[in-house]
Nanobody, 130 residues
């Protein structure tokens, strides 16, 4: 069955960097847009970024633009999220999921729901603190 496994989270100081990875199996990874979603403590899901199936374009929520970069390696069935200039408000569990995200989620009209995506990973914790 389809599986997504995230890794790369951890504790980092403000201003630091982390690179998250998400390894996919059990489905044709290269055929799907992919998504990163996060959930901060005590809050709901927040869409972070989408990337097209061929990696040709990406979109980001405003709060991470210029700091985060989504990418993928379709030869290794792996999705990445490079996170630079991290802030305490980036603290969250980060999930990868198969996209594309609904237009309303990308535009910010509504938050993502688990039911928007067929496949989810287990999440990786990112904590930004001094």
């Amino acid at each position: 069955q389809a599986q997504l496994v995230e890794s790369g989270g951890g504790l980092v100081q403000p201003g630091g960097s982390l690179r998250l990875s998400c390894v996919a199996s059990g489905f044709t990874f290269r055929s799907f847009s992919m998504t990163w979603v996060r959930q901060a403590p005590g809050k709901g899901l927040e869409w972070v970024s989408d990337i097209r199936s061929d990696g040709s374009s990406a979109s980001y929520t405003d709060s991470v633009k210029g700091r985060f970069t989504i990418s993928r390696d379709n030869t290794k069935n792996t999705l990445f999220l490079q996170m630079n200039s991290l802030k305490p408000e980036d603290t969250a569990v980060y999930y990868c999921a198969n996209g594309p995200s609904p237009p309303g989620v990308v535009s910010g009209t509504r938050p993502p729901r688990r039911s928007d995506y067929a496949f989810w990973g287990q999440g990786t914790q990112v904590t930004v603190s001094s």
